[in-house]
Antibody, heavy 121, light 111 residues
């Protein structure tokens, strides 16, 4: 069974760093892209970026380029989303998701349960 | 402002059919057959309902169908059921460096 399990909720202060994780199982982790999607409170979905764990090829939406870093450790089948300096506007639910096939032109068929990040002083 | 435009809300009675539109441009919806639709219930992760304009993943009821004409894609749900009440998001691959864009979402209410 394909599963994406994300790390737990985080409460951070502005300026702090954070790295959240997404562990894949039940499939070949290096053969599919893993993307990250933001959902701010009461708002819609936003595509942030995507990584191919097989070779770490990474693409970002211009809205998120330079604001976050997407990475993956294929040895432990885990993808990451990290911030070096959080802002209050980063408060949101973050989902990781797997592509249907091995291309970044693919939609997402399996999703993690989401990680709620709250940034508040 | 989302890249793709959806109506904020639609409603229908059980058994009826509804259609949700998703309007983009020739750089996204009109330029590719990579249009997808997601269903999201409150507090849950999105679920893929339609991909490549009109394909249903395994397990999605055939009451859900998708189509596209020009720069506008549509999701039709026939035989509405109470459990269809949710938010629906369209998504399209785009030639811009954004790669993928979502619509703003449509809240479906089953009366």
């Amino acid at each position: 069974e394909v599963q994406l399990v994300q790390s737990g909720a985080e409460v951070k202060k502005p300026g702090e760093s954070l790295k959240i994780s997404c562990k894949g199982s039940g499939y070949s982790f290096t053969s599919y892209w893993i993307g990250w999607v933001r959902q701010m409170p009461g708002k819609g979905l936003e595509w942030m970026g995507i990584i191919y764990p097989g070779d770490s090829d990474t693409r970002y939406s211009p809205s998120f380029q330079g604001q976050v870093t997407i990475s993956a450790d294929k040895s432990i089948s885990t993808a990451y989303l990290q911030w070096s300096s959080l802002k209050a506007s980063d408060t949101a639910m973050y989902y990781c998701a797997r592509t249907v096939w091995g291309s970044y032109r693919s939609p997402f068929d399996y999703w993690g349960q989401g990680t709620l990040v709250t940034v508040s002083s | 402002q989302s890249a793709l435009t959806q109506p904020a809300s639609v409603s229908g009675s059980p058994g009826q059919s509804i259609t949700i539109s998703c309007t983009g441009t020739s750089s996204d919806v009109g330029g590719y057959n990579y249009v997808s639709w997601y269903q999201q219930h409150p507090g849950k992760a999105p679920k893929l309902m339609i991909y490549e304009v009109s394909n249903r993943p395994s397990g999605v009821p055939d009451r859900f169908s998708g189509s596209k004409s020009g720069n506008t894609a549509s999701l039709t749900i026939s035989g509405l059921q109470a459990e269809d009440e949710a938010d629906y998001y369209c998504s399209s691959y785009t030639s811009s460096s954004t790669h993928w864009v979502f619509g703003g979402g449509t809240k479906l209410t089953v009366l």
